[in-house]
C-alpha cells in the first residue's frame, strides 16, 4: 500500500495522461451512479469544486427533487445542493444515456442481500449495464458499492465489457470503498482518508487522482480485491466489537450487581489497546447487519466457515428481540393482560439524528412484541415521520405527558438528541433504556431499566 502522491500521475501516459490532464483542469466530467447516501455527498463534493457533474438514478422521484434543487441527505447543506444545481454543475437523469460525456463514473448503488442472506449485487450488475451503452474509450469507471472481494474484476467488468471495449487497456476500473458516516459531524468527505484498488497501475493512479480532488488522503493497494475485502474488515471489526459489548450486557444482566456501562467506561481509561464499542438494542443500516454476511458467503465458495464473524452478526442479531424480552418482563409485572397492553417505542432510524430507517433494530422489536400478543405499538421519532414494519405503516405519535401516561413500556431504542428523557420519564410507567442515556436524570430513576445493568431479577447461580 502507498499513499498518493500527485508525483504519481507522471508515470501515465496516451489515454490516461490526458484523462489525469482533464482531472487536474477540473475539466473532467463526473458521472455519479446511484444518488443515495453514498452518490449524493459525492456529486456535492465534485460540483463545488466546480466539475461538471451527472447523477443517474432509477428513482424518478430523487431525480425530480435534484433538477428542481431540493436536497433529499440529511447531512447535505440543502443551499449547497441548490446552488450547484441553479449554476448547472450538478444535473440528474434517470436514462443512462446522459452519461455519454461523462470522463470518470463512480458506481454507488445498494447491495443489499436476499431473504437467505446471499449477497444480492443485481444493482452493480444493472449499473454496469446501463454504463456500457454509453462507454467509449479512456474513461474510467469507480465502484463506491461496498461488496464482497471479486466483485469488481469478476461480475462488473463483463457488464462494462458489453460495450465491446476492454478493460484495462480501452478504459479503466478500480475498486474504491466509501467511508461516509451520516450523521458524524467530525469526519466527512474531506477529511475522511480513502483507498483505491485499481485493475491496473493506471486505473490504481486515475482514480486516486480523482479522489484527491476531494479526499485530501487517498492510499492505494494493489488490487481492486484488496480493497473489497479492507471495506469488509472495516465493518466486520466494527460487528464484532460491539458483539462482544452486547454479549458483555447479556452476561452483567444475568450475574446482577455490575453495571455493563461502567465496566466499559472503566476500561477506556485504558490509552492503549483497547478501544470503546457500546452494547445497544442492535445493529442496523445498510452496512453493518448486511457486510459480515457478504464475506461468510464467499467464505463458504472456498470451503471456509468464517465462525467468528457469524456469531458475532448472530449475537448482534438476538439484541432486538432481547430488549423485546425486557419490555414483555416489564409488562407482565403490571395488572394488564399482553394483548391489551402499550408499548412505546422512541426511535425509529437505525442511529441517533438520520433518518435512515434501513434494517433498524425497532423492526425486529416491534415484530418479537407483535409474536408475544402485544398489538398497540405506536413510535416516535422527530426524524422519520413515517415507518412501515410487516406491511402496517406506522405514524410518528406526539410525546404529550397524557399520551406517555397510557403506555405500559417506552423503549428507548434511537437516542436521538430530540428526545427530552426527563419529561418522557416523569410522565411514563417504566422505560427500557438501551443506550445508557438515563444516568444524569434528577429524576425518576427507579422507572428505568437500563440494558446490561439489571439487579432485581432471581440470579440462578449454578450449583457444581
Ligand atoms: N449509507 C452509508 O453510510 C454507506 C457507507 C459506506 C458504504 N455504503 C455502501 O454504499 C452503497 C450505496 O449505499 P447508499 O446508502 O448510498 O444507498 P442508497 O439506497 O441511499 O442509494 C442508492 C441509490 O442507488 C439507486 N439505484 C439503484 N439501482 C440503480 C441503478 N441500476 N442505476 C442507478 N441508480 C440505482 C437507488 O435508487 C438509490 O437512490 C452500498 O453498497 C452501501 O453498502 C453505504
Redesign the pocket.
Known sequence: MKLFEQDHIQSLAGKSEQLAGKISQGDAIIGV???????MPIALEFAKKGFQVIG????TA?VDALTKGENFIEDLDDQEVAGVVAAGKLTASTDYASLEPADVIFV????PFNAHKDPDIS?IL??GE?ISTSMSSGKLVIL????FPGTTEDHLIPMLEKSGLKAGTDFYVAFSP?????GNKVWHTANTPIVVGGINEESGILAAWTNNQIIEKVYMVDNPKVAEMEKLLENIFRSVNIALVNEMALLCERMGGINCWEVIEAASTKPFGYMKFTPGPGVG???IPIDPYYLSWLARKYDFETRFITLAANVNEGMPYHVANLAIREISKQPISLPDSKVLILGASFKKNVKDLRHSPSEAIIHRLIESGITNISYSDPWAPEYVVAGKTYYSVELTPESLAEYNCVILVTDHDDFDLQYIVDHSKCLIDTRNKTGNLERGQEKVILLGNIDSRPKLVMEH
Open positions: 451512479v446511484g444518488l443515495g447516501y453514498v452518490g443517474i438514478d432509477v428513482s430523487k454507488a448503488v445498494p447491495t444493482y444493472a449499473a446501463g463506491k458499492s461496498t461488496t466509501e467511508r461516509v458516516d451520516p443500516g445498510h452496512c
